[in-house]
């Protein structure tokens, strides 16, 4: 019998780990849905500035979307390389962010663009809302835009300033915004009338945490 020849394995894509790490088996960076999007090359945003520390030498190049969603048009800034990675001081891994995920927030997601249409419709007066793993937050920028009372959350390190940022360009007011983990929840966070989420399940362990949480 013929001698077989050992092989080296392959190396895996940037886009097959990505799909590895995500719930639905595919690259997210294909979810991505056809709208105009600019992108000026002066924006990008300083990772010092975000994190609280001293202002560092290395940026986070994003871009411009407009997004029309329930009628209206939404200004949205995003990570314009997918790929990116910096956590010089460790504190998205702090936070249960891995390298893999790292910049899953701020990718806009089909999900997210399907709450969002809901979110644009669904009676909201009266309700105390909260909107977890937020990410770019479109669901909670589409219920702001609504004037309803509503809060952001998630635990990566950036999603608080990216949710700023498109609150000012889409020229509304601040938006509450918290750091929230799902298994240690504030004992102040108080109930909420109705939770929004999309694709916040990444971890084995994430069902049981988000059920405890929202219990």
């Known amino acids: 019998a013929p001698a077989r020849v050992a092989r080296r394995p392959r190396r895996r ?4 780990r990505r799909a590895r790490h995500h719930p639905s088996g595919r690259d997210p960076t294909t979810f991505a849905p056809s709208t105009t999007t600019v992108i000026p090359p002066a924006y990008r945003l300083r990772a010092g500035g975000v994190t609280g520390g001293p202002e560092g030498d290395a940026v986070y190049r ?3 979307e407009t997004l029309t969603i329930g009628g209206h048009d939404y200004r949205i800034r995003s990570l314009l390389d997918r790929d ?18 790292w910049s899953f ?5 089909a999900s997210g663009l399907h709450l969002a249409e809901f979110s644009s419709q669904h009676p909201l007066d009266g309700k105390r809302i909260l909107e977890i793993g937020c990410g770019l937050a479109l669901s909670g920028l589409v219920c702001h835009h609504r004037r309803a009372d509503v809060t952001a959350s998630d635990r990566h390190p950036l ?8 609150v000012l360009l ?21 109930r909420y ?11 084995a362990g994430h069902p049981d945490e988000v059920a ?4």
């Open 170 to 190: 889409n020229g509304l007011p601040a938006m509450p915004y918290l750091e929230i983990d799902w298994s240690a929840p504030p004992a102040s966070l108080g």
């Open 193 to 203: 009338d109705l939770i929004l989420a999309s694709d916040v399940l990444y971890e």
């Open 212 to 215: 405890r949480f929202v219990d």
């Open 105 to 109: 927030f701020g990718v806009v997601w």
């Open 84 to 101: 990116q990675f910096h956590d010089p001081d460790g504190a998205a891994a702090a936070r249960g962010v891995s390298e893999a995920q």
């Open 13 to 16: 894509s940037a886009a097959a």
């Open 62 to 64: 994003v871009k411009h």
């Open 159 to 166: 999603a608080g300033e990216f949710l700023r940022r498109n």
